[in-house]
């Protein structure tokens, strides 16, 4: 058995355990306007405009919102992120 792979796999597991629930409380916290639209758009994989004429705003609107969750993410993530900040 090689324990080194071991031990990488459960230091992998628990990061990536605590990044989602870093990512799901964040989301949680997000107004809910904006925590809709991202999960709108990142999960169900929904079009702006398809956002935009459900939720009754405009496409820019959808576009400012989206900006604005990557933001809080971002910020709340900034510790587990490359440099880039790249989400």
């Keep these: 058995i090689n324990m080194r792979a ?3 796999v459960d230091d992998f597991n628990l990061y990536t355990t605590e990044i989602n629930a870093l990512m799901v409380q964040t989301c ?3 107004p809910d306007h904006i ?9 169900h994989e929904m079009k702006y405009s398809e956002i935009a004429e459900q ?3 405009s ?3 959808i576009e400012k919102r989206m900006m604005m969750a990557l ?3 971002r910020k709340s993530l900034k510790d587990y992120l490359p440099d ?4």
């Excluded at 925590?35 to 999960?43: A, C, L, S």
């Excluded at 880039?84 to 989400?87: A, H, S």
């Design 55 to 57: 939720e009754g705003v």
């Design 28 to 30: 949680n916290n997000m």
């Design 59 to 61: 496409v820019k609107a």
């Design 6 to 8: 071991l031990e990488a």
């Design 71 to 73: 933001r809080i993410l």
């Design 35 to 43: 925590r809709n639209t991202y999960i709108m758009h990142r999960f």
């Design 84 to 87: 880039n900040g790249k989400i």
